[in-house]
């Protein structure tokens, strides 16, 4: 383990907004857990546990409160069956790497889940997903650090709550647990397209009805490209906002108004699509001064300046969500955590 102090956490956050870590602790091995937080002395429920830090947003300038860099490595065939494999993936390990191994393995399961930044251990804590997978699909279980009970314990996909974005390590079980690995159960059958529009174009246009695992995480590659910005090259958070869940009786009426309205069925209600709406406020590609929407999909948000500070960004959130509440009645909610 490594304590720091004063460090620039920064470029441990999608958005790039500046901010310093009073104490920075890098955590690489799962047995340093209890000397860790010993060392931290008693004040766990403070403690910020940080991936790459893609979907965090640093509220000020100075944190105050613990942050803990999980550097955990670890890619493991744990079992093979005749149609399956079972990998266990440390949670430190860059999300796209262990992909990309896995393609390379000719394992299905997360081959849509190509390119999206961040670490294996996050994934599961707001049920990362695109082109019509999430990790929940894949997941057989978890291990990780019980802060409340002092040990380690192993949870299985079922009890991690998931739902559209999220799971129980964002709700009922906030700060108790430290993810230290993930459990996938990964299928040797050949893969099908993805279910979404965007991948299902993609191959009509190729004229491959059977693609390979490599061409699937291709396609999403190059899908991903046109619609969501590098963060290393302009800092964003991926998707800004959720999509919003609502009322069946208000989508009716919504589609009614706007036919034109992108709508998936969700077990909650019927989802819209946040970025169609803010296009449709006619903010897409709008500067609200150091941020602003991106060009080719208004759900993103991005810095345009490195100076940009946190005020900033929460002002033109602010103007976004209140044009899409005066135009559809529906209430935007931020993906992205804000750390202060
Ligand atoms: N749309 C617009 N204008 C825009 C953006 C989108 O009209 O500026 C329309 C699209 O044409 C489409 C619909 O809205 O009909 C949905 O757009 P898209 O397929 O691009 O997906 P999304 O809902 O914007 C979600 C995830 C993404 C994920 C994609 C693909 C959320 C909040 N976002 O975006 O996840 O990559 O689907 O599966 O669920 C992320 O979470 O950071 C992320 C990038």
Redesign the pocket.
């Known amino acids: 383990m490594l304590f720091k102090a004063h460090v620039d956490i920064a470029k441990y956050s999608g958005m790039a907004i500046p901010s310093i870590a009073h104490t920075f602790v890098e955590l690489n091995r799962v047995e340093e857990i209890p000397e860790v937080l010993q060392k931290l002395g008693g004040h766990e429920e403070k403690i910020h546990i940080l991936g790459e830090g ?2 965090t947003i640093w509220g000020s300038s100075i944190i105050t409160r613990p942050i803990i860099k999980i550097n955990i490595p670890g890619f493991e065939v744990i079992e093979e069956k005749p149609d399956a494999m079972f990998v266990e993936i440390g949670a430190g390990e860059n999300w796209d790497k262990v992909v990309e191994k896995v393609v390379n393995l000719g394992l299905a399961g997360i081959e ?1 889940l190509s390119a ?1 930044p961040g670490t294996a251990g996050a994934t599961p804590v ?1 049920n ?5 997978a999430d990790i929940s699909q894949t997941l057989h279980s978890l291990r990780a650090y019980d802060i409340e009970e002092k040990k380690m314990v192993t949870i299985s996909a079922n009890e991690c709550n998931f739902t ?2 999220g799971s129980m390590f964002k709700g009922t079980a906030k700060k108790r647990f430290i993810i230290t690995s993930i459990l996938l159960s990964l299928s040797k059958k050949p893969p099908q397209i993805p279910d ?3 991948t299902k174009a993609f191959f009509e246009r190729e004229k491959k009805a059977n693609p390979t695992l490599q061409e699937i995480r291709g396609a999403i590659i190059e ?2 490209k046109l ?2 910005p590098d963060p290393s090259v302009i800092p964003n ?3 800004f ?3 919003p869940i609502v009322p069946k009786m208000q989508a009716d009426e919504l589609k009614e108004k706007f036919p034109s309205m ?1 709508h998936y069925p969700d077990p909650n209600g019927v989802k819209i ?4 709406m ?3 406020a006619g903010l ?1 590609g709008k500067s609200f001064g150091r941020i602003a ?2 060009p ?5 948000l991005t810095s345009l300046h490195k100076d940009a500070q946190i005020d900033d960004l929460l002002s033109a959130r602010d103007k976004i969500v209140t044009k899409v509440k005066e135009l559809f009645d529906v209430n935007l909610e931020m ?1 992205p955590e804000i750390i202060s």
């Open positions: 893609t979907n849509a999206i707001q990362v997903g695109a082109y019509g559209y974005r979404y529009k965007d899908i991903r619609k969501l958070c991926g998707s906002f959720k999509n992108p699509s946040a970025g169609w803010i296009e449709k897409k929407t991106y080719n999909n208004a759900l993103v993906e």
